[in-house]
Every structure is written in C-alpha cells, then in structure tokens.
C-alpha cells in the first residue's frame, strides 16, 4: 500500500509542533495572520477532525484525508500584517513523528518560497543548518501558511505535495557525500550489491519505494549510477540520474544505513567547519 509520504508527516509534524509550541512562550509571535470569524480573532486552531487550540497565533491549519490515501493540508490568512523578521524569532524546530531523522525548521519569510509568508526548511540537522536558508543542509522547503486569494478573505488554499521546493545545493552536497561513501566502500548493502552483480552498471536506489526482486525502481527514486568491475565499484564512475527527486508521494529521501550514517557524519562537519569559521 501506497504510503502517506511527506504529506502524512507534514500533518503528523504539525500536531507535534502544537506540542513544542506550547512551551516556548515567545513563539506567539511566529506569525501575523488572522483566521477566525470568532470574537477572538487572535485565537488558532490546529487540528486533524478536531479542534484544540495552540499557542502559535493566527494560523488555521486542518488536514484532511481523501480518498487514495491522499493528504492535503489547507492554511487560511485575512490579516496583511507584516510578519516578523528572522532576527526577531526564536529557533524553532522539531522532529517529523514518522521520520526521527527528518527535522522542521521554521523560517520567518522572507523565504525561497515567499517573500512575505514563513516556509519550513526540512533537514537532517536538528540544529539550525549552518548558513542559513542558503545552506547546503536544508533538504527542501514546506510552506507554513499559504496566502488567501486577494479579495477572498478568510477562504481556505489547500498546501500538497506540490508545493514542496527542493534545495539544488543539498542535492549536489548528496551526491558528493554518497560518490565519496560509496568509493570508500562504506555501505554494506551496495557493498555486497556489487559483489553479487560481478560487472555492469548498478543503480543506487531510494529506499522509500523499493522495487520488487529483479525489477527496476521509479526514475524519480533511482540517485545515480556506478560502474562494477570483478564485484567492486569503480571509482570515478558515479553518475547522478537527472530524473531522482528529493520527495516524491512516497516521502523525503531515505538512505541505506551506511549512505545515510556517511550523510549525517558529513552534515555535522559542515556545521562544525561554520562554526570554526565563525
């Protein structure tokens, strides 16, 4: 069965957020956009078939469950109130209830989404990704509020899969990381995939949607391709597939362990080489 992907966790992510929010009380002022018709305006709701209230101001979010196992998140705003800056909001972050490894950042706009609207930056790093939004760490980005329509204040736009955008500079950090791991022969798995292979050509898959015994993964799922020489991967022969995306309906990038362990040893480097810089 056909996973929620990263449209299940984003949902799953933000009843967690309704959790972390609440103690951290200078988080109110995240945002600047009014939702409710009710006499409170300042008053927000976040919820999945219900409603409770969070401590996060002036954002509606609800999600709601379609056929074919299709997840959409829908956010309102009516208030054009200025949001405030990155320097005038705290880091806030947490993790992705069905991915431990996978962390939310959120960012006060501006953002590569939105020049007014705040954006979660997605990131194996559980601390703030060195460098910012520009940083090679940040997988991609999530809209946190999407706008109403002019002129239809208070109407609800709906926040998929679609709206996803990923970071180019991750994506070459990725391949770099994995050409390295993979030349040093740091992963089991494509270790003895090679072996058993003998010599040709050998694709290194996603592991969010593998394919069957004997068959070839989606385009979008398959990350490169190595050459196989007498059951060893040949330096130097790594080639990136243009088709692999970083999310798909299946989910965000998941790695074999070894790629993924070489991955994250190689993300608190680059946090530790800015911080030395600094």
């Given at each position: 069965m056909q996973s929620f992907g990263i449209q299940k966790a984003s949902?799953?992510?933000?009843?967690?957020?309704?959790?972390?929010?609440?103690?951290i009380s200078s988080c109110t002022r995240l945002t600047q956009a009014t939702v409710s018709k009710s006499s409170s305006p300042r008053h927000i709701h976040i919820s999945t078939h219900s409603s409770k209230s969070t401590s996060?101001?002036?954002?509606?979010?609800k999600v709601r469950i379609h056929h074919h196992h299709r997840t959409c998140r829908a956010y309102t705003t009516i208030s054009p109130s200025p949001l405030p800056s990155q320097e005038q909001t705290p880091d806030v972050v947490f993790p992705d209830p069905n991915r431990p490894d996978l962390f939310y950042h959120f960012t006060p706009p501006p953002t590569p989404l939105s020049p007014?609207?705040?954006?979660?930056?997605?990131s194996f790093l559980d601390v703030a990704p060195p460098g910012g939004m520009d940083s090679p760490a940040v997988i991609g980005w999530l809209p946190a509020q999407t706008q109403?329509?002019?002129?239809?204040?208070?109407?609800?736009?709906?926040?998929?899969?679609d709206d996803f955008v990923g970071n180019d500079k991750f994506?070459?950090?990725?391949?770099?990381?994995?050409?390295?791991?993979?030349?040093?022969?740091?992963?089991?798995?494509w270790r003895d995939a090679a072996i058993g292979l003998g010599s040709g050509w050998m694709h290194i898959g996603d592991q969010r949607n593998i394919p069957a015994l004997g068959r070839v993964g989606d385009?979008?799922?398959?990350?490169?391709?190595?050459?196989?020489?007498d059951g060893q991967i040949v330096p130097g022969t790594y080639q990136p597939m243009p088709s692999y995306r970083i999310c798909t309906v299946d989910g965000v990038l998941q790695l074999t362990p070894g790629l993924a362990s070489h991955l994250k040893e190689a993300l608190a480097k680059l946090g530790q080489d800015a911080q030395n810089t600094n």
């Open positions: 949902a799953s992510a933000i009843r967690t957020l309704r959790k972390d929010i609440m103690r996060l101001p002036h954002i509606k979010s007014t609207l705040p954006a979660f930056a997605l109403a329509p002019e002129g239809k204040a208070g109407s609800e736009s709906e926040s998929t899969l994506l070459v950090f990725l391949h770099d990381t994995i050409k390295s791991a993979l030349e040093r022969r740091q992963d089991e798995i385009p979008d799922d398959i990350l490169a391709t190595v050459l196989v020489q």
